[in-house]
């Protein structure tokens, strides 16, 4: 979630102090929680563009809508423009390109996610003239970058300029990628390790399931996802992929912030007002300032925002692997990952298909994910056996974790994947398939897809 707000003003002096800020993120079991969040591309079927903030019946008039007819208020304003939404625990917000994103509130379990998000859709369309389709794809297959409208926010000024110097297809990341993800609370810096380490290698196997970006710029790719390809090379090596450091299991929460204070920084936000950062990492901040400036635990935490690991280390832990997809992958995502993670037999049996771990043999399985997705083969077998293997121990752990809360188990929202296996047919199959037969119509293909 892009939403930036002036939060913790206490100056950092020692480094105890952002240790500290991760232990407050623990948790106790019976607290734990899920979050998701998702985007999606807005776009007229008319002429097939893409949704801009001024035009009549775009982003601003969008936000009004949602503040007038529904329980929204509007986030501060940022360069005079409406750009987010606040709600009971939640946010719509805007990524660079126009991708519309709903921070889900924290849920016990998919279920109210699943309700959430179709609330959500019911209150889009109600504000949305009837030309717009609200659609998720991983990347959009049809546009190019001169086709999508910047969004007015401070913030994508500064990384537009920046990220381009560090990886030429950062503009293609920032305004045409669309993904789902989710997030889990930890209990301890022990169970926050190995959440994350179960995390880093189920992540590219989760990521060839929810594959769902083929096509670019009207161009087969060759590639099941091509936008975990744009994240992983092509976007800013400082701040993306997997750090070594995360395949071990001895690591810990001062592993982490030596990660994050050595990640070069965007910016800091001083009475509503970003500072342009760029070429200063935050270890040399903490001890040299900036200016005027001293580093203080809220920078911190917004620039923690700005790391774009595949699994990153918040004050909760989110999992950033999968293409966006319909409602049905949507709702997987969160299933699956809280199966992976939230039952220590799980957890478990996800690092024995893995054993014995050699990180350059799990680099190449990522490589081989996002570019043949379930369709491909891997030092560690087969990727379609993989996912098999994955999906089962999932759907197991959610059994058990439903047993003992005494609810239904959130197995169900796994059937969809438990089919495209059988099937062998991925999302990226099937937009490849639609686009073959519908051609670079972006109207044609939203329609098709809409959610």
């Not at 990521?207 to 390809?229: C, I, W």
């Not at 992983?232 to 690591?251: E, L, Q």
Request: proline residues 5%; hydrophobic residues 40%; glycine residues 8%.
């Amino acid at each position: 979630m892009s939403l930036d707000q002036d939060t913790d003003p206490r100056p950092i002096t020692d480094l105890d102090q952002l240790i500290d800020y991760f232990r407050r993120g623990e948790k106790p079991p019976r607290r734990r929680g899920i979050g998701t969040e998702h985007e999606k591309f807005v776009i007229r079927t008319s002429d097939g563009s893409m949704l801009s903030y001024e035009e009549p019946g775009g982003f601003g008039d969008l936000f009004d809508a949602l503040v007038e007819r529904f329980d929204w208020e509007p986030a501060p304003l940022d360069n005079g423009h409406v750009v987010a939404v606040l709600g009971d625990g939640g946010a719509i917000t805007l990524e660079p390109g126009g991708q519309f994103e709903l921070s889900g509130t924290v849920t016990d379990t998919v279920f109210e996610t699943a309700a959430e998000f179709d609330e959500h859709l019911r209150q889009l369309k109600a504000v949305a003239d009837d030309d717009l389709r609200f659609v998720i794809w991983g990347m959009n297959p049809c546009v190019g970058l001169d086709d999508v409208p910047w969004m007015p926010k401070k913030r994508y000024q500064l990384m537009r300029r920046y990220l381009p110097t560090r990886g030429k297809m950062a503009h293609w990341m920032m305004k045409t990628t669309c993904t789902v993800q989710a997030n889990f609370d930890y209990c301890s810096e022990e169970d926050a390790v190995d959440l994350i380490h179960t995390a880093v290698l189920a992540s590219p196997v989760v990521g060839a399931l929810f594959a769902n970006s083929p096509v670019q710029q009207g161009e087969e790719t060759g590639f099941q996802s091509r936008r975990n390809f744009v994240w992983w090379h092509h976007t800013d090596p400082d701040r993306t992929g997997v750090p070594s450091f995360m395949y071990r299991n001895d690591w810990g929460y001062e592993d982490y912030l030596a990660y994050a204070l050595d990640v070069p920084m965007f910016f800091i936000r001083r009475q509503g007002k970003y500072v342009d950062m760029t070429g200063h990492s935050f270890r040399q901040f903490i001890d040299e300032g900036y200016g005027d400036f001293q580093a203080t635990v809220g920078d911190f935490e917004l620039h923690l925002s700005t790391l774009f690991p595949d699994v990153r280390l918040k004050q909760f832990i989110e999992v950033r692997s999968a293409d966006g997809g319909p409602r049905d992958a949507v709702l997987a995502l969160p299933a699956l990952w809280k199966g992976l993670l939230y039952d220590d037999s799980a957890r478990r049996a996800v690092a024995s298909l893995f054993d014995p771990l050699r990180e350059d043999e799990h680099r190449r399985l990522v490589e081989t994910c996002y570019r043949d997705g379930i369709h491909g083969d891997s030092p560690f077998g087969s990727v379609h056996h993989l996912a098999e293997a994955i999906l089962s121990i999932s759907h197991d752990a959610l059994d058990r974790i439903a047993d003992d809360a005494g609810h239904p188990s959130e197995s169900v929202f796994l059937e969809p994947l438990r089919q495209r296996l059988s099937l062998k047919r991925s999302w990226a199959d099937e937009l490849l398939r639609d686009f073959r037969e519908l051609g670079n119509d972006l109207g044609a293909l939203a329609d098709r897809w809409a959610l």
